[in-house]
């Protein structure tokens, strides 16, 4: 979502910050801006849109000083302009804010009859009055920044300066991430590790409640009731998130590619290939005791646990509940003492997920996370973290954090069917040799780009899409949809094909494309039934199969799109592949902005 970065240095600051904010464009924003210190006086720059408007504003009207904080916004409470950007003024106060301060409309009531007049619509506005008001009845900085967050309820990260001090920040967290680096004479403080990376590889976390006095040559680390406390100095990975496009037109592009390379990685770090079995795992549980696994995710994560629960109950005959996780952490789901919990996230901070994990820290289950960053919060709150690894994914429309979600649940299934004895030996070596195949057939769906680039072109001209699927080709046909709508904002739906009779076909004619998933299988034959369905009725099919597939379907396609015949263990990992393909390329004709989607944010840490 939002992106902080402050730093407390030696040379200006208002470049750095800006440089810091780029690479946090990929959460996704919709106007940026940065405040400085100098002289005593506060300055700020603010700009609607992207961060290069913020550039051409600086240029103009450069702002001095050696401490600063900068924002990129994504717009929950007003409508992005810059009036609406942070950072937001208040008598001498600066501050950025990430999250939604559930009690503002109190809050703001309160002050507005204390005086305090508002300048934006936004929820942050009333942090910096509440600040204010407490320096106006004589308290000083830090213990009125203190006082200000003990009315503050809902999800915050936040970045405070004040004018007449060139050697203070203060931070505090209580949901979305906030780091603290260190430096030489010098301090940082970020939404996460690939801001601070080219600054340090120093880094902190603060923890829900916690809250930071930053200076060049201190930093200090309280409780909400102002309390000192220890939080572990760590190296961070940051640095390996220094990353660009290369030769591709995007980020997607680049991860879409990147796709062979990652699954290999992650498959290797969970399966032994020579050997031929799956990998022994330090987990919390005993798979062959547990009676249910609880599973939960938003968006993309959500689909590739939906997949994994087809692989668990068939491999490892283990009952599965799965859940997105604004519904999981409301419908008070009992919890079996005999259960175990996974949670998938790629950024680890997704606000949903996170409470989720916590309902089920309250019933005492243990808890599993499969993460693309390790020093995330789901991952640090996790008995066992299963990594990802993907690598950093800066498009906001996940891809090769997909596959590589998959390629862990594949191969924690096989484990899972190890320990309870649904899977032999025999099986299970012939499992991981398919699965180590993976990385060779992506490769192959790759060099399919001219054609499916070629069927985007005249996809480009609908205003709506079905898939269909079945068994995982099922979750496969709403990550397609959703790949499709996120990016090229095509209308677009994923559907069981077995669900087509109950409702969707109401809609087939010939202005419909229907993009069909179906590899040659025991249910192949039924996926054939429903294309006739949408073919009597002028339904454009696209039919994405095998070669055995096309040759055994009769019905007349828009087109065909025949991949490599695959084992069915790692069809959902290649099938993955042409779907979001397919999206790119929509997207790329449609002209959007195909790595920052509009209205859409990388990692959603808030409700």
């Known amino acids: 979502m939002c992106g902080i970065v402050g730093i407390v240095g030696r040379a200006q600051v208002a470049p750095l910050i800006v440089d810091a904010l780029k690479r946090l464009e990929y959460r996704g924003y919709d106007s940026a801006g940065v405040a400085t210190v100098a002289a005593g006086e506060l300055g700020r720059r603010r700009a609607e849109g992207k961060l290069v408007n913020l550039e051409r504003r600086l240029k103009d009207e450069p702002l001095d000083g050696t401490i600063g904080i900068g924002h990129t916004r994504w717009a929950t409470h007003g409508v992005p302009n810059e009036t609406n950007a942070h950072p937001h003024f208040s008598h001498g106060v600066a501050i950025v804010h990430n999250g939604i301060i559930e009690n503002f409309a109190e809050l703001r009531a309160q002050l507005k009859a204390d005086g305090f007049e508002f300048a934006s619509q936004t929820d942050t506005e009333v942090v910096a009055h509440l600040v204010a008001r407490e320096l106006a009845r004589g308290v000083e900085p830090v213990k009125a920044a203190h006082l200000a967050l003990k009315h503050l309820e809902g999800a915050f990260a936040l970045a405070i300066m004040f004018q007449g001090d060139d050697n203070l920040i203060i931070g505090a967290r209580n949901g979305p991430p ?101 990998r022994k795992l330090d987990l919390p549980f005993d798979f062959a005791k547990l009676d249910r696994l609880a599973i939960s995710a938003c968006g993309t994560a959500f689909l590739s646990g939906l997949i994994g629960k087809y692989w668990f109950e068939r491999l490892a005959r283990l009952p599965v509940d799965i859940d997105i996780a604004s519904e999981f952490r409301y419908r008070e789901m009992p919890i079996s003492p005999d259960s175990a919990a996974l949670f998938v996230s790629q950024s680890g901070e997704t606000a949903d997920t996170l409470a989720s994990l916590r309902y089920c820290r309250k019933a005492d289950i243990p808890i599993g996370a499969i993460v693309n960053v390790r020093e995330s919060t789901i991952a640090r709150e996790s008995d066992v973290t299963l990594p990802t690894l993907a690598g950093p994914e800066i498009g906001v429309a996940s891809t090769k954090a997909f596959t590589c979600q998959l390629s862990v649940l594949a191969s924690l299934a096989i484990r899972a069917g190890v320990a309870r004895g649904t899977i032999s030996p025999e099986k299970e070596r012939k499992l991981v040799r398919e699965l180590s195949e993976a990385p060779r057939y992506a490769g192959q769906v790759l060099r399919l780009d001219r054609q499916i680039e070629k069927v985007a072109r005249e996809l480009a001209h609908y ?139 990388k990692s959603v840490t808030v409700e």
């Open 463 to 601: 205003k709506h899409v079905l898939y269909l699927g079945r068994d995982t080709n099922y979750p496969l046909a709403m990550e397609g949809a959703l790949k499709l709508k996120e990016i090229s904002y095509i209308h677009a739906e994923g559907y069981a094909a077995g669900e087509l009779k109950h409702g969707p076909i109401a809609l087939i004619d010939e202005h419909m494309p229907v993009i069909v998933i179906a590899p040659h299988d025991r249910i192949f034959e039924k996926t054939v039934s429903n294309m006739q369905e949408v073919a009597a009725r002028g339904g454009k099919i696209i039919l994405i199969t095998d070669k055995k597939g096309a040759s055994l379907s009769s019905v007349e396609t828009m087109e065909t799109i025949v991949l490599p015949d695959v084992p069915e263990i790692i069809a959902p990992i290649i099938y993955a592949l042409p779907v979001q393909m397919l999206a790119y390329f929509t997207a790329v004709f449609m002209g959007t902005d195909v790595d920052q989607p509009r209205n859409l944010a």
């Open 178 to 278: 906030l780091a603290i680096g260190y430096g030489e004479g010098e301090m940082f403080l970020g939404s996460d590790a690939i801001a601070l990376a080219p600054f340090t590889d120093s880094i902190t976390y603060l923890e829900d409640g916690d809250w930071t006095v930053i200076r060049r040559d201190e930093v200090g680390i309280f409780d909400m009731d102002g309390n000192p406390v220890d939080r572990k100095r760590q190296q961070s990975l940051g640095t390996a998130y220094m990353v660009d496009k290369g030769n591709h037109r995007h980020f997607m592009e680049k991860e879409i590619h990147e796709q062979p390379e990652v699954i290999s990685h992650t498959l290797a770090h969970y399966l032994d290939f020579a050997g031929g079995v799956s």
